[in-house]
């Protein structure tokens, strides 16, 4: 080869490699896994089903997507899903969602036990080049999991030790010091020098969950509910490391005084299991499932909080706190990437409009209280206040707003609502909101949400434009 063909050749190498080069940064610039999570019943899987419902439907009549700039363009081609890179990740079920919200009995998503994700493709319309049409395309991988599991995060700096004098504290703390079912006399009977017996540790475990899951079914749930896993397993619920329980006695002795126990004793075989369930549990979860994400949603039925008073609200920040301080977790365990995060409040069409922004204003006040013990967050944030599927509609009777609604027992309804502060209440406030009969509502009868229409929604479109605009550019 001459000299100058040479240099062409090498030139032509440079090229294809620059060219290589563009098209791998497009795909990561023009891609974004978003994490979608909130505590049980915060209205997870509903708000993702709205989400891709909007998108695939931006064509429809009753589609209202005015803050989503690429919609307001008509620059939307296409919206279609793709398998799922992970073929571990089970695939979230959109049609089975959305076609239980449709029609004339419309239903509710059943709720959700495990993980799962969705990926799309968002094909724009881009500027034309020498008058030929030209299209972009835009990867959302959107991941839906529990917010109990964010809240296990701060486990792993425990030591086995730490984590039961924690648990004794709550125990014997309100609320769950008036719960007929609290566990704590029969764990302190555990000795943790005693030799350990199958058994015993088999009944003290029914008894710990059976208590858990009462915690759960509070209304508002309790939301620090440790270890996650032990009511909300997900694919590990026979896993062997969930086999153990909180040595609440343990509180008495000093760490150098447990570690000399006999190798049979409960502190070692019960500090063995709790190892191995942040080892073999928390830690994959954090390291494979969560740190691919870069964007994150976290929904909070904040009217649902409000409604169970003080101590609920309280339960509720010490929850956000764990799960802020996840996605700012940067250290041997993995490295958190998430770059942006939206607080949302859900169902806001449970109260009228006027109070649409206090509520959004309450939840900023909430997680500015939440997360002021974490230094130095790197993150965005923004907060809004959203319903994925309105399910009222108001009207106007002596010049006041009403709302109308169907309840869960299928009777036509009329509602108001206290007025919601903008800020977190004081106690007095909080009194009207404890006798306040929070409507649950069925999803809006007859919506072809399957077919050729939009679920109708409040702010969705501000959700889509916070979480892809920038990348939909
Ligand atoms: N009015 C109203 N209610 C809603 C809305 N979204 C959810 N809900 C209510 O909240 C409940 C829980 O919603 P889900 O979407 O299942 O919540 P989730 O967080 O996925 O629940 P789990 O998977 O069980 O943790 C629903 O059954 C509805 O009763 C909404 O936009 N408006
Ligand atoms: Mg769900």
Not at 230 to 235: D, H, K, L, N, Q
């Amino acid at each position: 080869m001459s000299n100058n063909g040479q240099s062409d050749y090498l030139k032509k190498i440079h090229h294809i490699t620059d060219d290589a080069k563009t098209l791998l940064n497009r795909a990561i610039q023009n891609r974004v896994c978003i994490g979608i999570t909130g505590l049980s019943r915060s209205g997870k899987s509903t708000f993702i089903t709205s989400l891709i419902n909007q998108l695939k439907q931006h064509d429809a009549n009753n589609a209202r997507l005015g803050g989503f700039s690429p919609w307001l363009k008509k620059r939307i081609v296409q919206v279609k899903e793709h398998p799922l890179e992970n073929r571990y990740l089970p695939r979230f079920d959109y049609e089975q969602a959305v076609e239980s919200l449709s029609g004339s009995a419309p239903q509710w998503p059943i709720p959700t036990q495990d993980i799962s994700g969705v990926l799309l493709e968002i094909k724009l319309a881009d500027r034309s080049w020498l008058g030929r049409k030209a299209t972009k395309s835009v990867f959302i991988e959107l991941r839906d999991y529990p917010g109990e599991w964010l809240v296990d995060l701060p486990l792993l700096k425990m030591s086995f030790r730490d984590w039961c004098i924690q648990v004794e504290k709550q125990l014997s703390r309100a609320p769950r010091n008036g719960f007929t079912n609290n566990p704590l006399t029969s764990l302190m009977a555990l000795d943790p020098f005693s030799a350990y017996d199958d058994v015993v540790i088999n009944n003290q475990r029914t008894l710990y969950i059976d208590f858990l899951h009462s915690c759960k079914k509070q209304s508002p749930p309790l939301t620090i509910i440790q270890p996650g896993r032990f009511i909300e397993p997900g694919a590990k619920a026979n896993h062997p490391a969930l086999q153990f329980v909180p040595l609440v006695a343990c509180a008495r002795y000093s760490e150098a005084e447990l570690q000399s126990a006999d190798d049979n004793s409960y502190f070692k075989r019960l500090e063995t299991l709790f190892e191995s369930y942040k080892s073999d549990i928390v830690k994959p979860f954090f390291k494979e499932f969560i740190e691919p994400i870069n964007r994150q949603v976290v929904l909070v039925d904040v009217l649902n909080v409000l409604h169970g008073g003080e101590e609920s609200l309280q339960e509720m920040m010490h929850a956000l706190e764990a799960i802020g301080e996840s996605f700012e977790y940067s250290g041997g365990l993995f490295h958190s990437r998430i770059d942006k995060v939206l607080y949302a409040a859900t169902k806001v069409d449970q109260v009228v409009s006027q109070d649409h922004d206090n509520v959004r204003q309450l939840l900023s006040s909430i997680v500015r209280k939440s997360l002021e013990r974490i230094k130095g967050a790197q993150a965005d944030l923004r907060v809004e206040a959203v319903a994925a599927v309105r399910s009222s509609h108001a009207q106007t009777q002596d010049n006041e707003e009403i709302l109308k609604g169907i309840s869960t027992d299928g009777d036509a309804i009329g509602f108001v609502n206290p007025q919601i502060p903008d800020h977190i209440p004081s106690d007095a406030e909080f009194t009207p909101f404890i006798d306040w009969k929070l409507p649950e509502l069925k999803p809006p009868k007859g919506i072809r949400a399957n077919q050729d229409q939009a679920i109708p929604h409040i702010r969705m479109d501000e959700v889509l434009h916070n979480l892809m605009g920038d990348i939909c550019r």
